[in-house]
Nanobody, 114 residues
């Protein structure tokens, strides 16, 4: 059973920054891809950023230039640095990991006040 534990969410003013962390219960080398998704109230869950086991990254257009996904293999942790946050980015942020199946964390709330 894989566990993904997110942390780092909270309340921030528009224009501020947050760094989310996702700690995995096993080596993240074993996952083909890890990523961050967000889900706002009444909306579908959508991808924010992904990173492959080789370190290739991909971002949703809305976060390009402001968000950075990274990984620390020694700590089995993936991070999402979010800068210049906007109120419309208020959502629950979920960590995802993929091998032959997908795994989700419990989510961490990010609230951006205007």
């Amino acid at each position: 059973q894989v566990q993904l534990v997110e942390s780092g969410g909270g309340l921030v003013q528009a224009g501020g920054s947050l760094r989310l962390s996702c700690a995995a219960s096993r080596s993240i080398f074993s996952f083909n891809t890890m990523g961050w998704f967000c889900q706002a109230p009444g909306k579908q869950r959508e991808v924010v950023a992904t990173i492959t086991s080789s370190g290739r990254t991909n971002y949703a257009d809305s976060g390009k230039g402001r968000f950075t996904i990274s990984r620390d293999n020694a700590k089995n942790t993936v991070y999402l640095q979010m800068n210049s946050l906007k109120p419309e980015e208020t959502a629950v942020y979920y960590c995802n990991a993929q091998d032959h199946q997908g795994y989700w964390g419990q989510g961490t709330q990010v609230t951006v006040s205007s």
